[in-house]
């Protein structure tokens, strides 16, 4: 069984267009997270989700908007694509937040590769 | 804020020899854990070995060993015995231990490693 999975894989659209990427865990991890790598690989946090609530927040574009039905689960929904949306997106959970964990580590899906065309 | 700085973007190494990846990172936070994740051809991000700054003690995991000097600031990952499925984009990741909220990775902008047969 997949721990965290992203769906679909693959993405291509036109410029314009609003689409959804899916992310769903079976850790029972509390928190969720989406990154972005970019065309040169770098790695950087858009959001983060604490049992539904929004965490983090980073200087991302108002056309991404993230959303949390439950715990296991957190979308990402990006309207009127861009070129520079291009990218690939992953879906990461960790386990649950706490000042006294000493196990934090993020399990990361394998990724969404979205091409805007 | 902190940053992460990986210096060689990319690297070589003969089958079976070893290799050291350089990672600093830039904190003022004493409570932290830092990270190593691969990522092969395949995309998937795995971890590869994990270090929580309040221990002394380096990180081993069978042929991934760490060299965590915290007062520098280093945190240098060593692969022994280099074995073809080591090729891939290395990532060094930095975490504040969270206080009561989740904490975000930041990522160095990775290394890419080759083995060579």
């Known amino acids: 069984d997949t721990a965290v999975s992203q769906t679909p894989k693959y993405l291509v659209t036109q410029m314009g267009n609003d689409k959804s990427i899916k992310c769903e865990q079976n850790?029972?991890?509390?928190?969720m997270y989406w990154y972005k790598q970019d065309s040169k690989k770098f790695l950087k946090i858009m959001f983060s989700y604490n049992n539904k609530e929004l965490i983090i927040n980073e200087t991302v574009p108002n056309r991404f908007s993230p959303k949390s039905p439950d715990k296991a689960h957190l979308n990402l929904h990006i309207n009127s694509l861009e070129l520079g949306d291009s990218a690939v997106y992953f879906c990461?959970?960790?386990?649950?937040?706490?000042?006294?964990?000493?196990?934090?580590?993020?399990?990361f899906g394998s990724g969404t590769q979205l091409s805007v065309l | 804020a902190q940053t992460v700085t990986q210096s060689q973007p990319e690297m070589s190494v003969q089958e079976a020899e070893t290799v050291t990846l350089s990672c600093t990172y830039d904190?003022?936070?004493?409570?932290?854990?830092l990270f190593w994740y691969k990522q092969p051809p395949s995309r998937q991000m795995i971890l590869v070995i994990r270090q929580e700054a309040y221990k002394q003690q380096n990180a081993t995991e069978n042929r991934f060993s760490v060299n965590f000097q915290k007062a520098a600031k280093s945190f240098s990952l060593k692969i022994s015995d280099s074995q073809l499925g080591d090729t891939a984009m290395y990532f060094c990741?930095?975490?504040?231990?969270?206080?009561?909220?989740?904490?975000?990775?930041?990522f160095g902008k990775g290394t890419k490693l080759t083995v060579n047969p």
């Open positions: 850790l029972g991890h509390d928190t």
């Open positions: 990741a930095f975490m504040k231990h969270p206080q009561g909220g989740s904490e975000k990775l930041v």
């Open positions: 990461a959970s960790s386990y649950a937040r706490s000042p006294y964990s000493t196990n934090e580590k993020l399990f």
């Open positions: 904190t003022s936070e004493s409570n932290y854990y």
